[in-house]
C-alpha cells in the first residue's frame, strides 16, 4: 500500500465491507479481495481464506482461482503454511517453496504451478474455529518481515469484522426464526379458538384436539391449524408486530 498509514486505511476499508455487505459469503469474498490488494503493492499476491472446524479445512473464499487450487492442494497434503499457522496461531513464511524442506510434498506440487512465496496469517476467531490468510506470490521472497507486520495488524482486525458479521447473521436468523415461530403460534391459537366455538370446550381440550388431528393424520400441528382457518376466513393469518 502507497498511503502513510496503510493500518488506519485498512481498518477503514473493512469497516466499509462491513456496511456494504448483508451476507458473510460476500463479506468473506471482499475480505480475501482486500487482503491480495494491501499486500500485493507492486506484486501479485493471490489470497485464500481458510476456515478448518473439527479437523476438516475448507476455504470460503478467495481472491483468485489460483488461490483456491493453492489452499485445495494444501488440504490434499494435510499440512502446510496455513494448516499450520492455524494449529500454532503463529504467521507462517515461505521466501522459497524450492528452498524451503519444511512440507516438501506439497511444495513440490505448488511449484509446479509457479507460485513459490507464500505467508499464512491466522485469524483468531475464538470460539468460532480455526482460520487463517493465505498469501501466495510467484516471487520469492515477496513477504518479508515488514509485510508480516502489516498483514498481522490487518488480521488482527479482519478477524475482529469477522466476528461481528458472524454475531450479526446469526442475530438476522435468530430473529426470523423466533418470527416464523410466532406466527406458526399465531395461525394455531386462532384454530384452537375456532375448535372452542365450535365444540364448546376449554382451551385445553381444544388444544388436545389439534395435537390428536396432527398425530393421526401424521401432519405438522401448523398446517392442521391452517386447514382449520382456511375453512373459516379466506384470508391467511397474519402477526402484528409493532415496529
Known amino acids: ?26 463479506f468473506l469474498e471482499d475480505l480475501a479481495s482486500l487482503s491480495s490488494r494491501i499486500l500485493g503493492g507492486s506484486v501479485e499476491v493471490q489470497c485464500g481464506v481458510t476456515y478448518r472446524h473439527q479437523n476438516l479445512a475448507t476455504t470460503v473464499a478467495c481472491s483468485s482461482d489460483e488461490a483456491r487450487i493453492l489452499d ?31 512440507w516438501p510434498d506439497y511444495f513440490r506440487a505448488v511449484a509446479d504451478h509457479e507460485y513459490f512465496a507464500m505467508m499464512g496469517v491466522p485469524l483468531v476467531l475464538g470460539s468460532e474455529g480455526g482460520a487463517a490468510l493465505n498469501f501466495y506470490a510467484a516471487r520469492p521472497r515477496t513477504f518479508t518481515s515488514s509485510t508480516q507486520l502489516l498483514a498481522e495488524g490487518f488480521a488482527t482486525q479482519a478477524a475482529k469484522a469477522l466476528q461481528m458479521v458472524l454475531r450479526v447473521s446469526r442475530h438476522a436468523n435468530t430473529s426470523t426464526n423466533l418470527k ?27 388444544y388436545s384436539m389439534l395435537h390428536r388431528a396432527s398425530n393421526a393424520q401424521n401432519v405438522k400441528l401448523r398446517d392442521i391449524a391452517e386447514r382449520i382457518v382456511n375453512g373459516i376466513s379466506a384470508e391467511p393469518t397474519r402477526t402484528h408486530f409493532a415496529t
Not at 12 to 24: F, H, W
Not at 74 to 101: E, K, M, W
Request: negative net charge; hydrophobic residues 35%.
Open 1 to 26: 500500500m502507497n498511503e502513510e498509514n496503510p493500518h488506519a486505511q485498512s481498518v477503514a476499508q473493512l469497516q466499509d465491507l462491513m456496511l456494504s455487505n448483508e451476507s458473510v459469503d460476500q
Open 72 to 102: 485445495e492442494l494444501q488440504y490434499g497434503f494435510g499440512d502446510g503454511p496455513c494448516l499450520h499457522a492455524i494449529s500454532t496461531g503463529n504467521t507462517v513464511i515461505v521466501d522459497d517453496v524450492r528452498t524451503d524442506s519444511r
Open 180 to 206: 416464523a415461530a410466532m406466527e406458526s403460534r399465531t395461525t394455531i391459537d386462532i384454530a384452537i379458538g375456532i375448535i372452542m366455538g365450535q365444540n364448546r370446550c376449554t382451551q385445553a381440550e381444544a
